[in-house]
């Protein structure tokens, strides 16, 4: 069984940045694709960023250009790197794996608040 442990959220001014980390124990498999999504009360969970085991990225429209996904294979671990937050960026976020091929499976984090202030 995957288990995802995120860390990193918290509170900081706009403008300021945050660095969010989830390590994955467990088998993820040699393809898989690790990703960030965020949630507010108001809007229903979005995709914000993710990356294949093979290092291909995609990003959300509305964190271009401020954000960025990383991993790291040895650890397991995938990171976010937010700068230029805006208030509007305030969401929980989440960790996911996706596992692909025969043991296909999908695991997510418990979530870890970022909240930015005007």
């Known amino acids: 069984q995957v288990q995802l442990v995120e860390s990193g959220g918290g509170l900081v001014q706009a403008g300021g940045s945050l660095r969010l980390s989830c390590a994955a124990s467990?088998?993820?498999?040699?393809?898989?694709?690790m990703a960030w999504y965020r949630q507010t009360p108001e809007k229903q969970r979005e995709l914000v960023a993710a990356?294949?085991?093979?290092?291909?990225?995609n990003y959300a429209d509305f964190v271009k250009g401020r954000f960025t996904i990383s991993r790291d294979n040895v650890k397991n671990t995938v990171y976010l790197q937010m700068n230029s937050l805006k208030p509007e960026d305030t969401a929980v976020y989440y960790c996911?794996?996706?596992?692909?091929?025969?043991?296909?499976?999908?695991?997510w984090g418990q979530g870890t608040q970022v909240t930015v202030s005007s």
């Open positions: 996911n794996v996706k596992r692909f091929g025969f043991l296909r499976a999908e695991y």
């Open positions: 467990g088998s993820i498999g040699s393809n898989n694709a």
């Open positions: 990356v294949t085991s093979g290092g291909s990225t």
